[in-house]
């Protein structure tokens, strides 16, 4: 918070999201609304920012959802949070189902979504998506310029992710003086791919309005590079990694995020998990002495988890002796259902595991544990903290926060995590991690084997050296660092303005 205050001094705070860090509800059904309740943050970035947001008593400005989100606001659409003892203001864009499934569902999750993780088949540049899009960036950008009306001079506004990337143009046209930032949470692709998308020159617009664009690793930085070079006439120094575009200066760095792992380390060691835990290895008929594998992840084809189902296939059909003893428990959250990519992939997991379940099973075994249930936090921990392997596979992922805490929640005996190749996460984990590609089957197979054989004093060392790197490079350091190279472009910006 002292890092992002002294950027901020006497400026507001702004933070553009798509999700919001609360979100209201009705306790009853629809007959009976009954009383509105408040559901908290989960995930790692907006549990991180949220201290942050109460301490500099800034804006967060989202998507508000639903009745009770809108019964709770004032006119200017702001509700103050966190509702125990409010800090700062969430203000909601409301959005028509028009924009719901153009915006969110469409041109977020269908075009820029698959384009980003190199999945350009599955792209759907639909001319109604694309207006929808604009619209609602329009949208975003209004409600930030409408909160920073009455603040004094140079706000700060950070966007958040690839649902955003027109509403910095928007917002410096009306605010010159305004310090934009913005954080890409997805890969950022090569050249060629990127031009597969045929709004590539307004989305680098857009995003060229920033003063800072952050990416998880230097091979997005480089390849955003590429792209602005190619596809504008910007000027790129690759020295300073900056752009030099339409009279404004952009700084490209990279930022990994990380999560709490002090907290995922207490959620692994709570009574909650351990009470959980009795229970669920018990209905499952689980024995300490058995092996367990675990991947957690919610229903997205960029995970790989059909992918990992293959290589465990391969691998039970190859060492018939670890049937009966090891374990894969697949928890899954269903996600952007409705949209055909994703309904089929939920249809398809659920089949495979039931056609593995089938060829393997015996009357006293599963070989595949599926859940879609919702789990708490320490659940999940639990999982973590007893599976002998956490299988972070995916074909393409931005970072990748499962595999951190994954390693964060090795406070027992040291599990193995097996990383994607394919990972934001390698460049951090990779060394420490036996790593796999997901499309090759028999080698994956091969390294799940080769995970299981190490002695504990490797996976001791193995975790350790994981675990320093987790704590050390935390979701705080990164907000530390992202906040400290936004005060030093600050700096340089004001001392060019004076000369
Ligand atoms: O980085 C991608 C991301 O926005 C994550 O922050 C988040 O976990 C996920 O996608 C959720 O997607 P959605 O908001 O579409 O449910």
Redesign the pocket.
């Known amino acids: 918070a002292e890092t992002v205050a002294d950027l901020c001094e006497d400026r507001e705070l702004v933070v553009a999201s798509?999700?919001q860090p609360y979100s209201h509800n009705y306790e009853g059904e629809t007959d009976d609304r009954g009383a509105i309740d408040v559901d908290r943050p989960a995930?790692g970035?907006t549990a991180a920012l949220d201290p942050v947001m109460q301490a500099v008593e800034g804006t967060w400005v989202a998507w508000g959802d639903g009745d009770a989100d809108r019964e709770v606001v004032g006119p200017d659409d702001t509700v103050a949070v966190p509702p125990e003892d409010p800090a700062y203001d969430l203000k909601r864009v409301w959005l028509t189902d028009e924009q719901v499934e153009g915006y969110?569902r469409g041109y977020?999750?269908q075009v820029l979504w698959p384009l980003c993780h190199l999945d350009t088949a599955k792209m759907t540049p639909r001319e109604e998506f694309w207006r929808e899009y604009r619209e609602t960036n329009a949208d975003f950008a209004d409600a930030i310029l409408d909160s920073t009306d009455d603040a004094g001079s140079d706000p700060v506004v950070w966007f958040q992710?690839y649902h955003l990337a027109l509403a910095p143009r928007r917002v410096r046209n009306a605010r010159p003086d305004a310090f934009l930032a913005h954080f890409w949470?997805?890969p950022w692709p090569s050249r060629d791919v990127f031009r597969a998308c045929p709004q590539y020159e307004q989305l680098l617009d857009g995003l060229l309005a920033n003063d800072l664009v952050g990416f998880h690793t230097e091979d997005y930085c480089r390849n955003f590079l590429d792209c602005v070079e190619a596809a504008t006439d910007a000027r790129v120094d690759r020295a300073s990694s900056s752009v030099s575009y339409r009279g404004h200066r952009t700084f490209v760095r990279s930022f990994p995020l990380g999560i709490d792992a002090s907290r995922q380390a207490d959620l692994a060691e709570s009574d909650e998990a351990d009470e959980w835990w009795a229970e669920f290895s018990e209905t499952h008929g689980i024995d300490p002495s058995d092996t367990l594998a675990v991947g957690v992840e919610?229903l997205d084809y960029t995970k790989g988890i059909e992918q990992r189902l293959a290589a465990l296939e391969r691998f039970w059909a190859d060492n018939p002796e670890r049937r009966g003893e090891f374990t894969y428990v697949q928890k899954g959250t269903e996600?952007?259902s409705g949209i055909e990519a994703y309904d089929r992939l939920q249809d398809r997991v659920a089949a495979e595991i039931e056609r593995i379940n089938d060829r393997f099973g015996t009357d006293d075994w599963t070989p595949v544990i599926y859940t879609t249930d919702h789990l708490p936090g320490a659940a999940i921990a639990a999982l973590y903290r007893e599976a002998d392997l956490g299988l972070v596979t995916p074909v393409r992922d931005?970072m990748n926060l499962v595999a951190k805490e994954y390693v964060a929640a090795q406070t027992r005996d040291p599990g193995v995590l097996v990383l994607s190749e394919l990972a934001g996460a390698t460049d951090q984990l990779g060394d420490g991690a036996v790593l796999v590609h997901p499309y090759d089957t028999p080698g994956f197979a091969d390294g799940i084997a080769e995970a299981l054989s190490l002695s504990l004093a490797e996976r001791r060392t193995r975790v350790a050296d994981l675990q320093r790197e987790v704590h050390a490079k935390d979701v705080y350091e990164w907000l530390e660092s992202t906040f400290e190279t936004a005060a030093a472009v600050e700096r340089g910006r004001r001392s060019l303005r004076q000369s």
Do not use: P, V
Request: glycine share 14%; proline share 0%.
């Open positions: 798509n999700r995930g970035l969110y977020s999750n992710d949470h997805i919610r996600s952007r931005g």
